[in-house]
Every structure is written in C-alpha cells, then in structure tokens.
C-alpha cells in the first residue's frame, strides 16, 4: 500500500511552514503563491475558518499516470506519483485529465515542464518523512505507511465524533489516494472536489483501449470480406459478359 | 509548354486570395517566434485552470475530423467497388493528407516541447489514449502521403513506383480505414477521462462512436464543399451525379449520430440543462440545429439534394455544426467545471486562421499543378503526358 500523509484541517493553524519546506526541498523559485502553480507544489489556503493544504493526493491509480502518452508521471510502490521531465512532451493531458486539477505548467517558459507535488519520493526512499510533514509543528500533516494513516484517522474520528465530518477524504475518491484529510467542515466547503467516483477514471478509457486488438482483428478481416466479395463479384460479372460473348458469336 | 514555364510564369503572378494567405503565413511565422522565446503564456488565453484551447479544440479535432472524407471515399469506392466516385477521391485524399499536416503543425506549436514528439515511438504507455492518438497520426499521415504519392510520382514520369503503389490500394486502404476508425474515435475517448468536468449534454460513455459517426457525416459535406469550391475557383462544373448519393450518405451518417446524441442526453438527465436555456443549453441548441435538425431535414428532400445551392448549404451547416460540436465539447463544455472562461487569444486565431489559408493556398496550387481533378492539372494548358 506504500507511503502517505494524513492532513487533520483541525489541527492546522496555517503557518505555512509545509509549504516553505516544499519550496526549498525541491528547490522552487519564488515566494508560497495562494494557489498552486508550477512553482508552489503545495499552499494553506484559509476555508470555513479553518485552514486547508492543497497537494497532489497521490492516487491509488493515478489519471495522470494513465493518460500520459510517454509514461511521464508513475505510480511507485512506496507511494509517490513521480514526473519525468526529461520524458515529457508537454501534452498537458495529465492537466486536463486530473479530477483534483492538481498538475500545472510553466506558461512562462520557452522551454515548459509539468509542476506538481512528488510527495518527496527520494527522501521516502533514505526512509525519511516528506519535508512538509516534518516541518509541521503541530502535527496536522503526519507521514507513515498508508494502512497506519487510515488506522489513525479512524481513532480519531471515533474518539471524537462530534469535532470531525464522519469521512475520510482520499479513502473512496477517484479509486482512493494515498494523501488523506479529515475535517471538521464538510469537504466541498474546503475547496475540495467531492463529486468524484469511486472507480477510477482510468478504468473508463481501458475499457476501450483495452478492446483496440480485437477491433483490428475484427475490423480488418470484414473490411477485406467486403472488398473481396465486390471483387469477386466484378470478376464473375466480367466471365459472365465474355460467356455471353462467345455464345453469341458461335 | 514545359512544366519549369508553367511553375515559373505562375510564381510571379500571385492573386489576391495567394497575397491574403502570405500575410497570414508570415503573422503565423511572427506567432511561433514568440512562442519559442516567450512561452506558451505570452501567446495563448491558456492556463492551469484551461490547459487545452482552440489549437486542440479547433485545429486538432477539427483537422483530423474533416480529413474523414478521404477514409470514407477511399473505403467506397476500392472496398465497396462504387467506382464511379473514383473521379472525386484524389481531391479528398489531398484534403485528409492537408488536414492531417495542418494538424502535425498546430501540435508543433501547442506542446510543451515539440521536438520530443517522437517520445511516444519509444516510450509507451497503452493506458494512454494521447497514445494512441499520436500513433494514429503518425501512421495515418504515412498512409496518406502514400496513397497521394502516385499523383505526385506520376506528373513527374516515375511510373514504375505509382503502378507499384497502384497495385498494393486495397492493402492500404483497409489499413487506411482501420487507422482513421481508431482515430476518429478515440478523439471522443480523450475525454471519457473527465466525467467529472464535461458538461453531461457532451459528456457520454459513447463519445467515441459519437466522433467516428459524425466524422464520417462532416467529412462527406467537406468533399462537398472542396468540390464547390474549385467549381468557383476553376470554374469547373459541380459532379451533382456523385454529389447528390453523398449527400444521401451524410443525411444517414448525421441521422444516427443525432439520434444517438438525443439518447446520451436523455441517460444523463440533462435535458433540463436545454430548457433552462443557459450559456450551454444554447450553444448546445446552435449546434444541434446548425449540424443535425437542418442539414439532415433538408436533405432528406431529393428536389433539394439534387440543387446545387441546396446541397453546398447543407454541406456548409453540417461541417460548421461540426465544427461547433468539437468546439463545444472541448471549450463550452469545460468551462463551468474549470471555474473559468476562456476566450482565445489574437495570436492563437492567427495561427489557426493561417493554417487554413496556407491549407488552401497548398491545395490550389496542387490542383494547378498536379492531375488532382479528372482532366489533369487546372489552368496549366495541354498536359505534356496526357496518360499520366
């Protein structure tokens, strides 16, 4: 199950000091921006007087991963959903694809490449927390194994029933993610998209993609049915009219 | 008459729609200057919250939709053996094979880093349906440039290489239609990925086959049009004997695809959305209208088929209901859950407008030059190789 974060909208004050971390560790040029962009991987943005971090959530299986014509963006077995920029042609379907509008693009640059949270891959793998989670104070952003994160908001919830909306963000969205966020206010009033489906978006596109090899199959043994029968059906109306000839002149 | 006489006495007497589409070449050349100092942001309305514009909307889904004549015509006349349209199948394939370049140009200017457009030959993801768009592109442009070859070798005297190429037309063109099929279709599977945001009078689990029908009934009204409008710049005579069955053809193509539309809209429980009358309820209703109620109302009735005024207007409003279709699924449909409007900006109508001038532009000096319509090159005097 891998690596995730737990991000409790309870506990955080909004100093935004998970973002600075963010900046930093991944060596992003300019200040924190309010929303993200290219070069501000994750924010605090203030909701409902409560304060809300937006980040890729790392899906469980990833649209963008399954949209990307070269395979950019991956899925790994610690957690992360990674960008290889040297891969990326710039399509930006991952952009449109992405049900929580999490990519984003240097418009800027002569020279663009995708911007978005790696959720510190290279750190997971020395063993070390993200930089975010470790450099919040107040622990509204914990990391650890997935299946310890879902233990923990469970507790939480069911130790104090009345201080949290009965839901775990990520655990159902878009075919779970490895990102999660309980809350006090419901989601959708936090800016968080909430109408997502429970199946996976990429499994909607498989489903036709998947069926291409039989459709070849298929398709090119009827259209040359087609022509071969027109063929053959011009080769006997040709015998027929010559049949007709040689009768006539004998 | 030699062919250099021909070439040069042309090159220096340009007309005005020529002077028209040299300006808009060289604003387009200007365009992709700045974008390769600039960015992407400096010429385009484009942004995070509307990564996709009008070079995807327009120049893409509609480049590649409108080159379906060229499939459809090729699989008619060589599969179904109707040999009597062959006269209109060169002028079609120039269409599908210009369509398709138009379309190799946009994406040069539209992705991030174009000179990595090959990637998808050696990094593959089958997930993908981007994937296997950029296959059917690169596959279908090599099998139009093939087919079209003959035209080509044969005003130059290669003959061996064009019979060659004659003898392997059914192999190529199976493969052809097999590849547009994939193709058209799988321009409605990009966007089976966003349930979420496609607004539910486009968004349909059958987008695929909606965009392979409708193909199919817009490229039929552009072999129309093409053959209208080298009627009036050539002042040749409109084929109204293969025209007319066409039009037939379209009128079914169109009947399907709206009714399978009126379907999808009834599963999604969005006809309210039309009642109420909004930003998408009437551009859905345009659309609808312009590309479906009319063109197939109207042609339905012979007389009007059978009237070259009537039939050129038909064709006209089912390629620009199209046209309106792909726009609204890629633009107006994905407004409202994207939180923004997008309006595109000059330089990105600039380059769309002088691609199609330059299309144009390609396609009259092919059909002066090259034996495009039956009879040989236009205007080009006595054809030095009448066999050619």
């Known amino acids: 199950m891998g690596m995730g974060l737990l991000f409790d909208a309870t506990r955080c004050v909004g100093c935004g000091a998970c973002s600075s971390a963010c900046k930093e560790q991944n060596k992003l040029p300019g200040p924190v921006e309010e929303v993200l962009t290219a070069y501000t991987w994750t924010t605090v943005q203030p909701r409902e007087g409560l304060n809300v971090r937006r980040m890729c959530m790392h899906c469980e299986v990833p649209t963008c991963a399954s949209v990307c014509p070269v395979a950019a963006l991956v899925k790994t077995p610690d957690g992360p959903v990674v960008y290889d920029a040297q891969r990326c042609m710039g399509c930006r379907y991952c952009m449109m694809a992405c049900p929580f509008e999490i990519p984003k693009y240097q418009w800027d640059r002569p020279v663009p490449i995708v911007g978005k949270c790696i959720l510190c891959s290279s750190r997971i793998k020395e063993g070390k927390p993200t930089a975010c989670a470790e450099a919040c104070a107040y622990e509204a952003t914990v990391f650890g194994k997935k299946e310890d994160l879902i233990w923990e908001a469970r507790t939480r919830l069911r130790q104090k029933p009345g201080e949290y909306v009965n839901h775990i963000y990520g655990l159902t969205e878009a075919g779970g993610t490895s990102v999660m966020a309980i809350s006090s206010v419901p989601f959708d009033k936090l800016g968080l998209k909430t109408k997502l489906p429970g199946e996976p978006p990429a499994m909607r596109t498989w489903q036709v993609l998947s069926n291409i090899p039989d459709f070849v199959a298929v398709w090119g043994v009827l259209l040359y049915g087609v022509h071969w029968i027109t063929a053959r059906r011009e080769d006997v109306a040709h015998a027929e009219a010559k049949d007709n000839g040689r009768e006539n002149q004998s | ?388």
């Not at chain 2, 130059?156 to 059914?170: D, E, K, Q, S, V």
């Open chain 2, 1 to 388: 008459m030699t062919d250099t006489a021909t070439l040069a006495s042309r090159r220096f007497r340009p007309g005005f729609w020529t002077i028209v589409a040299g300006i808009l070449f060289l604003a387009f050349l200007t365009v992709t200057v700045i974008r390769f100092t600039k960015g992407l942001g400096a010429v385009t309305n484009l942004s995070d919250k509307f990564p996709w514009g009008i070079w995807i909307g327009f120049d893409l889904l509609c480049g590649v939709g409108l080159a379906a004549g060229a499939f459809t015509l090729t699989a008619v006349v060589h599969l179904f053996n109707l040999k009597k349209f062959e006269p209109i199948v060169r002028p079609t394939i120039l269409t599908g094979f210009l369509g398709y370049s138009f379309v190799i140009v946009a994406l040069l200017l539209d992705l991030g880093q174009p000179w990595r457009i090959w990637h998808a030959i050696i990094y593959w993801n089958p997930h993908s349906v981007m994937f296997e768009v950029a296959w059917c592109v690169m596959l279908y442009t090599t099998v139009l440039a093939v087919e079209f070859a003959p035209v080509v070798l044969e005003r130059f005297g290669f003959n061996a290489p064009a019979r060659f190429i004659h003898r392997l037309i059914t192999p190529l063109v199976i493969l052809g239609v097999m590849l547009s099929t994939l193709h058209q279709s799988s321009l409605g599977t990009l966007y089976l990925i966003v349930p979420s945001k496609l607004h539910p009078l486009w968004y349909s689990p059958m987008l695929p086959v909606q965009f392979y029908i409708s193909a199919i009934g817009a490229g039929i009204g552009m072999v129309v049009l093409e053959s209208y409008l080298s009627k009036r710049a050539f002042h040749r005579h409109l084929e109204m004997d293969l025209l007319e069955p066409l039009a037939r053809g379209m009128v079914v193509a169109l009947g399907i695809y709206g009714l399978m539309r009126l379907q999808a809209i009834q599963r999604n429980h969005a006809f309210g959305s039309i009642l109420e009358f909004g930003y998408e309820g009437r551009m859905f209703l345009l659309e609808f209208t312009l590309g479906v109620i009319l063109p197939v109302a109207l042609m339905s009735f012979r007389r009007l088929r059978s009237d070259p005024n009537w039939l050129v207007a038909g064709a006209f409003m089912a390629v620009l209901g199209f046209v309106m279709n792909r726009l609204n699924v890629s633009i107006t449909g994905m407004e409202a859950a994207s939180g923004t409007r997008y309006m595109p900006s000059a330089m990105e109508i600039i380059v769309s407008v002088g691609l199609v001038a330059t299309g144009m532009a390609v396609f009259a000096f092919a059909v002066r030059n090259f034996s495009i319509f039956p009879g040989g090159p236009i205007g080009a005097g006595p054809d030095p190789k009448p066999g050619a």
